[in-house]
């Protein structure tokens, strides 16, 4: 893709963004009807879910970008793959924060040590230890692969937060939309803000990638301009 063309696809994908963002908001908090039991409390799964499915999305980039920089060795893998863990761990962060507002007047307590929060946050912690990896290892080519390999065993919990709720029994709900638990009047908002979510996720991997990349190139120049004094 020229670069002409990335700037139309990021103008379009920053404008189909903002759309979307604004349409969530009115699906999720206006037109979904509010549940009979929990009442306006529940409009927090329409930002609770998305930001955890998006962020396991996320850290599948991640995995995929790890795998590839191992086989082909360049530097582009390892950016995508430090964008994608970054936006990831943003994500899941959503999901620890909102998780508690909602468990709260739910189930009385804030936390629950359950298969799926707590290999949520074992997760959350996984790909933190991933970026402070990064700090910590002043070769570029050295970090890139240390940080390749650590990317690859992380993933290895995301489908255990994945099917946590179908192996186990847990306080934690059953999935909605496999049980039939989600009333299709409240689909259409869900499907909307999952889709701003995806948006959301992709716009700021790119934007990232981007600022990585950048940031790679004018360290390769310093360091050539150093060989060359």
Known sequence: MTERGRQRFDTVLGILLLVGMILALYMALLQAPREKTMG????????????????????AANFV????????????????????A??????????????????????????TW???????????????????VRNYVPD???????????????????PIVWFSIRWW??????????TGGLSPAMRPAFYVCLLAYV????????????????RHDVELLQRRADLEA
């Open 40 to 59: 306006d409390l529940q409009r927090i799964f329409y930002f609770h879910v998305p930001a955890g499915i998006t962020g396991l999305m996320a850290f």
């Open 65 to 84: 970008a790890s795998l590839m920089y191992l086989v082909r060795k360049e530097s582009w893998w390892d950016s995508l793959a430090l964008a994608a």
């Open 86 to 111: 970054e936006v990831g761990t943003v994500m899941l962060a959503i999901v620890l924060v909102t998780g508690p507002i909602w468990a709260k007047p739910v189930w009385f307590v804030w936390w």
């Open 114 to 132: 359950s298969p799926r929060l707590t290999s949520s946050l074992i997760l959350c912690l996984l790909y933190v230890a991933y970026l402070l």
């Open 140 to 158: 570029p080519e050295r970090k890139a692969y240390v940080s390749a390999v650590f990317g690859i065993v992380a993933f290895v919990d995301a």
């Open 169 to 178: 029994r847990d306080i934690h709900p059953s999935p909605m939309l496999e």
């Open 199 to 214: 948006l959301l996720v992709v716009f700021l991997i790119r934007r990232r990638l981007y600022l990585e990349v950048a």
